[in-house]
């Protein structure tokens, strides 16, 4: 299991009064994370094996990937 842990202090006078904590169960999220990764190394290792050259940019025209061709 996967777990996010989230918690604040109560103050008062600058003195900790009590804390809240929340958990909350992310082994979905971590388990969707982690197949993304998979997929996009897949993917970069098949773009790498390419003779040609192959890149993205963003909005701006800034290069935000290039593979081994290019």
Request: include cysteine; glycine fraction near 4%; proline fraction near 1%.
């Amino acid at each position: 299991k996967h777990v996010e842990l989230t918690s604040s202090g109560n103050f008062r006078n600058g003195k900790l009064i009590n804390t809240r904590c929340f958990t909350v169960d992310v082994s979905d999220l971590q388990r969707a994370r982690t197949e993304l990764m998979r997929h996009d190394n897949t993917h970069r290792q098949i773009l790498d094996s390419l003779p040609v050259a192959i890149y993205t940019t963003d909005q701006h025209g800034t290069i935000t990937y290039f593979n081994r061709a290019a």
